[in-house]
């Protein structure tokens, strides 16, 4: 039984000489008590052996106590909490029915305060944070919170809903911590990533993950569907929190998750700091809203069926559909017909990512756009170019009927193009919609044309106001949205 045991242990032993190289089989005849040792430790005593697929374990404590906690020590600091709060006015129920007005005297109920909280990232040292445009919407206060416990108020310098960002400054003058705004374009799938924010109000936290994925297009965040994913937690209370590198440069502001209980699946959405950048610049430049440029071109994705059509090797890039007359892309020499697939030599795999690509570049730069034309590469120089005041500023509807709270303007190109509808649309289009007002109950949404109320067709935005402020019982109108023509009829 000892002989066959010997057997045993010399087989095993020769076979795990016959898995190694040459030059490690060699070795482990010349030196067999370091073989254990050269394994573990790597033919040089610090590195895995070449050529092996083998890993090692840690032999240094500073090796078993790797940890984020100097990139954290170094960045927590800039990301404060957002505490932002608005006076909602409240109605009894029994306001606007005719017989209670006509034989009670209603009192007015007193107005009730709604509060939001979520997270924020100071990107400057004076004190320029930014958070997410629905964190502070329709805030009447917002004070900042930072991570030593001070609070402060602030004010908004610019908001804008289409690209979820917001950027606040902290009134009270000094210098605070910051951390700078990185490149989102070096960043690569696999990359490790800190996601810094106070999830359901319980305080700053951090998790860590990988960028999982790159220019995703989730539909209904912003309207730039060009997002850095990430698997990070990412819960409730963390939009716009700040999304770190291993550099301790954000690369992105948390926005969004996809969930199904409300909690983080692992699937989050980030937008990349290129753009925070663009938007933060326009803010401290004096800018109370973000101007993307003009090109006067409407495009739609290229899908399996128009690759094949025009030749593509695979459906990638931007189909331009519209061209106005007299606009940059015009003068650029854009036709109908064109795919866009590169912009300063960088990909354009969608519309989102060609919008996304234009927005991060300055007004008065020119752009090299790369298009297919007829099975051939057409290489055009685009000025960036700022959008013409050609539609007036927004028309708020007043009044007790359905429209009440849609704030509306007269279609142009630029506007067109900013509501990414097609640039020759004429009409009068809602632009807005007051949360929680008539129209937002009637179910108006931005981007909507009314092309008939009461039987009439309002030409100006002037007029679109007088026919949905009049006094009417009956209410019978007509809205264009995606190319379908909506009617209805109503007693309000």
């Given at each position: ?86 006076r909602v006015e409240v ?198 809203f973000f101007e993307r ?7 739609e994705p290229v899908t ?189």
């Amino acid at each position: 039984m000892r002989t066959s045991m010997k057997w045993v242990g010399a087989a095993i032993a020769l076979a795990a000489i016959a898995v190694l190289p040459a030059g490690m089989a060699g070795s482990q005849e010349a030196e067999p008590q370091g073989f254990i040792s050269k394994l573990l430790r790597g033919s040089q005593g610090n590195e895995a052996p070449v050529g092996t697929a083998l890993e090692r374990v840690p032999f240094s404590q500073a090796e078993v106590q790797l940890s984020f906690a100097p990139l954290v020590r170094e960045t927590a600091p800039a990301v404060v909490n957002v505490y932002a709060s608005s006076r909602v006015e409240v109605r009894s129920p029994f306001m606007g029915d005719p017989f209670f007005e006509r034989f009670f005297d209603l009192p007015r109920m007193p107005p009730r305060v709604q509060s939001s909280l979520g997270s924020g990232v100071l990107v400057d040292p004076s004190g320029i944070v930014v958070t997410n445009y629905h964190v502070i919407r329709q805030a009447d206060e917002v004070k900042i919170a930072m991570a030593d416990g001070r609070e402060f108020a602030s004010e908004i310098l610019l908001k804008d809903e289409g690209l979820d960002i917001a950027v606040l400054k902290i009134e009270n003058g000094g210098e605070f911590p910051s951390v700078r705004l990185g490149d989102s374009e070096a960043l690569e799938v696999g990359d490790l990533v800190l996601a810094i924010g106070n999830p359901f109000g319980v305080g700053q936290t951090t998790t860590s993950g990988i960028v999982s994925a790159l220019a995703r297009t989730p539909r209904g965040i912003t309207d730039f569907g060009f997002f850095i994913q990430t698997d990070a937690a990412i819960n409730p209370g963390n939009s716009g929190g700040a999304l770190i590198d291993m550099k301790g440069e954000v690369v992105g502001i948390n926005t969004a998750i996809f969930s199904r209980s409300g909690g983080s699946n692992g699937i989050g959405f980030a937008i990349p700091a290129n753009i925070v950048r663009a938007v933060v610049k326009a803010a401290q430049n004096g800018a109370d809203f973000f101007e993307r440029p003009y090109v006067g071109a409407s495009y739609e994705p290229v899908t399996p069926r128009i690759a094949e059509a025009l030749g593509m090797e695979r459906p990638a890039g931007a189909l331009v559909t519209n061209v106005a007359d007299g606009s940059p892309a015009k003068r650029a020499g854009m036709k109908s017909g064109d795919v866009i697939v590169a912009v300063n030599g960088k990909p354009v795999e969608t519309p989102d990512a060609l919008e996304y690509r234009l927005a991060t570049l300055g007004i008065g730069e020119t752009a090299d756009i790369e298009t297919l034309r007829g099975g051939r590469r057409v290489t055009l120089s685009l000025a960036i170019e700022r959008p013409p005041q050609d539609a007036g500023r927004p028309i708020e509807i007043g009044g007790e009927g359905p429209f009440a709270g849609a704030s509306v303007a007269l279609l142009s190109p630029s506007l067109a193009q900013r509501l990414r509808l097609p640039v020759n649309l004429k009409g009068v289009v809602v632009v807005d919609v007051a949360r929680n007002s008539p129209a937002d109950r009637l179910g108006l949404r931005r981007g909507d044309i009314l092309r008939e109320i009461n039987g009439e067709e309002p030409q100006t935005a002037e007029e679109a106001r007088a026919l949905a402020e009049s006094n009417s019982r009956w209410w019978r109108f007509t809205i264009e949205r995606d190319g379908r023509v909506l009617r209805q009829m109503l007693r309000y």
